[in-house]
Protein backbone atom coordinates (compact mmCIF):
# COMPACT_ATOMS: atom_id res chain seq x y z
CA UNK A 1 0.00 0.00 0.00
CA UNK A 2 1.60 3.17 -0.71
CA UNK A 3 0.57 6.28 1.48
CA UNK A 4 -0.55 9.72 -0.55
CA UNK A 5 0.67 12.67 1.28
CA UNK A 6 -2.17 15.30 2.02
CA UNK A 7 -1.56 18.83 0.38
CA UNK A 8 -2.60 19.83 4.03
CA UNK A 9 0.16 20.12 6.67
CA UNK A 10 0.51 20.29 10.36
CA UNK A 11 3.60 22.66 10.86
CA UNK A 12 3.40 22.67 14.69
CA UNK A 13 1.37 23.43 18.19
CA UNK A 14 1.81 24.93 21.34
CA UNK A 15 -0.13 24.35 24.67
CA UNK A 16 -0.86 28.34 25.21
CA UNK A 17 -2.39 28.28 28.44
CA UNK A 18 -3.49 25.58 31.04
CA UNK A 19 -5.29 25.25 34.07
CA UNK A 20 -7.00 22.91 36.39
CA UNK A 21 -9.19 23.99 39.61
CA UNK A 22 -10.47 21.10 41.83
CA UNK A 23 -11.93 20.81 44.90
CA UNK A 24 -10.99 18.31 47.07
CA UNK A 25 -11.79 14.78 46.07
CA UNK A 26 -11.99 11.92 48.28
CA UNK A 27 -9.31 9.59 46.84
CA UNK A 28 -11.08 6.20 46.93
CA UNK A 29 -14.05 7.71 45.09
CA UNK A 30 -15.60 5.58 42.45
CA UNK A 31 -17.98 8.22 41.21
CA UNK A 32 -17.99 8.90 37.55
CA UNK A 33 -17.91 12.80 36.80
CA UNK A 34 -20.42 14.57 34.76
CA UNK A 35 -18.73 16.77 31.88
CA UNK A 36 -19.94 19.84 30.49
CA UNK A 37 -18.32 22.89 28.07
CA UNK A 38 -18.83 26.03 29.45
CA UNK A 39 -16.33 27.06 26.08
CA UNK A 40 -15.37 25.82 23.02
CA UNK A 41 -14.05 28.09 20.70
CA UNK A 42 -12.16 27.73 17.43
CA UNK A 43 -10.80 30.32 15.79
CA UNK A 44 -8.33 31.19 12.30
CA UNK A 45 -6.07 33.77 13.94
CA UNK A 46 -4.43 34.65 10.53
CA UNK A 47 -3.87 33.23 6.90
CA UNK A 48 -1.07 33.80 5.18
CA UNK A 49 -0.31 33.42 1.31
CA UNK A 50 3.49 33.12 -0.12
CA UNK A 51 3.67 31.97 -3.41
CA UNK A 52 1.45 28.76 -3.85
CA UNK A 53 1.38 27.99 -0.27
CA UNK A 54 -1.09 29.36 2.55
CA UNK A 55 -0.34 29.44 6.35
CA UNK A 56 -2.49 29.97 9.24
CA UNK A 57 -2.73 30.21 12.70
CA UNK A 58 -5.33 28.15 14.70
CA UNK A 59 -6.24 28.54 18.54
CA UNK A 60 -8.50 26.71 19.93
CA UNK A 61 -10.25 27.54 23.50
CA UNK A 62 -11.72 25.48 26.09
CA UNK A 63 -13.18 25.59 29.49
CA UNK A 64 -14.65 22.03 30.85
CA UNK A 65 -16.62 21.88 34.29
CA UNK A 66 -16.90 18.25 36.00
CA UNK A 67 -19.29 17.86 38.88
CA UNK A 68 -20.39 14.76 40.44
CA UNK A 69 -23.86 14.72 40.19
CA UNK A 70 -25.92 17.11 38.16
CA UNK A 71 -27.67 18.88 41.25
CA UNK A 72 -24.01 20.11 42.38
CA UNK A 73 -24.44 23.81 42.20
CA UNK A 74 -20.57 24.29 41.44
CA UNK A 75 -17.63 22.44 39.85
CA UNK A 76 -15.96 19.96 41.40
CA UNK A 77 -13.36 20.43 38.79
CA UNK A 78 -12.34 22.89 36.04
CA UNK A 79 -9.92 22.74 33.16
CA UNK A 80 -9.17 25.73 31.18
CA UNK A 81 -6.91 25.06 27.74
CA UNK A 82 -5.62 26.74 24.60
CA UNK A 83 -3.94 25.42 22.11
CA UNK A 84 -2.37 26.77 18.95
CA UNK A 85 -1.27 25.80 15.92
CA UNK A 86 0.17 26.01 12.45
CA UNK A 87 -1.18 24.78 9.31
CA UNK A 88 0.25 25.14 5.66
CA UNK A 89 -1.37 23.85 2.31
CA UNK A 90 -0.69 24.28 -1.58
CA UNK A 91 -2.31 23.59 -4.50
CA UNK A 92 -5.32 24.68 -2.76
CA UNK A 93 -8.14 27.72 -2.80
CA UNK A 94 -8.09 30.10 0.17
CA UNK A 95 -11.27 28.96 1.02
CA UNK A 96 -10.84 25.58 1.18
CA UNK A 97 -7.85 26.28 3.17
CA UNK A 98 -9.75 28.17 5.38
CA UNK A 99 -12.41 25.26 6.16
CA UNK A 100 -9.92 22.78 6.31
CA UNK A 101 -8.37 24.95 8.97
CA UNK A 102 -11.71 25.28 11.09
CA UNK A 103 -12.38 21.61 10.28
CA UNK A 104 -9.31 19.46 10.27
CA UNK A 105 -6.96 22.13 12.13
CA UNK A 106 -9.82 22.08 15.30
CA UNK A 107 -9.30 18.47 14.90
CA UNK A 108 -6.08 17.86 14.99
CA UNK A 109 -5.54 20.64 18.01
CA UNK A 110 -8.82 18.83 19.88
CA UNK A 111 -6.96 15.50 19.78
CA UNK A 112 -3.94 17.25 21.55
CA UNK A 113 -5.97 19.47 24.17
CA UNK A 114 -7.89 15.67 25.03
CA UNK A 115 -4.62 14.19 25.54
CA UNK A 116 -3.12 16.80 27.54
CA UNK A 117 -5.94 17.07 29.74
CA UNK A 118 -6.36 13.04 29.96
CA UNK A 119 -2.29 12.75 31.16
CA UNK A 120 -1.84 15.51 32.98
CA UNK A 121 -4.74 15.21 35.25
CA UNK A 122 -3.99 11.41 35.47
CA UNK A 123 -1.19 12.45 37.33
CA UNK A 124 -3.05 14.83 40.45
CA UNK A 125 -4.64 12.02 41.98
CA UNK A 126 -8.06 12.41 41.66
CA UNK A 127 -9.66 9.84 37.86
CA UNK A 128 -8.80 11.63 35.05
CA UNK A 129 -10.85 13.59 32.64
CA UNK A 130 -11.30 11.94 29.45
CA UNK A 131 -13.02 14.53 27.06
CA UNK A 132 -16.46 13.53 25.79
CA UNK A 133 -16.39 13.38 22.04
CA UNK A 134 -17.84 16.02 20.09
CA UNK A 135 -19.40 16.45 16.77
CA UNK A 136 -17.53 19.22 15.37
CA UNK A 137 -19.40 20.34 12.29
CA UNK A 138 -22.55 20.57 14.21
CA UNK A 139 -20.76 22.44 16.91
CA UNK A 140 -18.69 24.56 14.61
CA UNK A 141 -22.22 25.60 12.56
CA UNK A 142 -23.68 27.58 15.81
Given at each position: MSVTESNFQFEN???KKFSLTQNPIRIKTKSKFLYSFEKFDAVIKEINETGDFFTSIVQL?????GKKSPTDKRPTRKVEIAVVGEFKAKNISKEKFEKFCLINGTLQLLSIARSYIASTTAATGAPSIIMPLINLPATLKD
Open positions: YVISLVIH
